[in-house]
């Protein structure tokens, strides 16, 4: 049971160039959500959703597009990379919204 | 979502327990208690929620208050793996999304 799976690992993006965050979990969770955490700070919430066919924003959005066509993934895209989103980013998924969502182990993305 | 205050660090000695505040003095009777953790250079792991009665599991204890403006995640023997951020976190069952504070840096010294 490999939980949630996100990929690359880590990933070094020019300015204005486009990447696609990939996050899948095995587990038929229909709750499924993106975070950022910048140095030394908590983690904030970017888009979420709540099952196939459904995504709602989050506290910081801008700047970055989901969808939700399978239970199974939640990819994050990245439209044109600015170095403001330069962070570690976080899968999280869980039966419903309420549960408790297990995280994978981060995706740690530098734009230079 | 409600606000919550933490300390932004702790310290504790190995084996010893540990008492983690939590104020969230505009609580609503709605909401629950969500302790997360985070250990270095990994994904939060969820750790234990109540919403009126203490609770145990086997990673932690959550004591909540009788009016429910506080609480306090136990770890009743920290070892060095226990050595993370602990974030303190109130839902709705009606929230679908979940915010994050700085949370507790917790140190466990061997």
């Known amino acids: 049971n490999a939980g949630v799976t996100q990929t690359p690992k880590f990933q070094v993006l020019k300015t204005g160039q486009s990447m696609t965050l990939q996050c899948a979990q095995d587990m038929n969770h229909e709750y499924m959500s993106w975070y950022r955490q910048d140095p030394g700070m908590g983690l904030r919430l970017i888009h979420y959703?709540?099952?196939?066919?459904?995504?709602d924003q989050g506290e910081v959005p801008n700047g970055y597009n989901v969808s939700r066509s399978t239970t199974e993934d939640f990819p994050l895209r990245l439209l044109s990379a600015a170095p403001s989103q330069t962070s570690v980013y976080f899968c999280?998924?869980?039966?419903?919204?309420?549960?408790?969502?297990?995280f994978g182990d981060g995706t740690r993305l530098s734009i230079l | 979502d409600a606000k919550t205050t933490q300390p932004n660090s702790m310290e504790s000695n190995e084996e010893e327990p540990v008492h983690l505040p939590c104020n969230h003095s505009t609580i609503s009777g709605t909401d629950y208690i969500h302790w997360y953790r985070q250990l270095p250079s990994q994904g939060p792991e969820y750790v234990i929620h109540?919403?009126?009665s203490n609770v145990n599991n086997r990673m932690a204890s959550l004591a909540i208050a009788e009016d429910r403006k506080s609480s306090t995640l136990i770890l009743h023997r920290a070892t060095l793996r226990d050595a993370a951020v602990y974030y303190c976190?109130?839902?709705?069952?009606?929230?679908?999304?979940?915010?994050f504070g700085a949370g507790t840096r917790l140190t466990v010294k061997p």
């Open positions: 959703s709540v099952g196939a066919g459904i995504t």
């Open positions: 976190i109130l839902r709705d069952v009606v929230d679908n999304d979940m915010r």
């Open positions: 109540g919403l009126t």
């Open positions: 999280a998924s869980s039966v419903t919204s309420f549960q408790p969502q297990h």
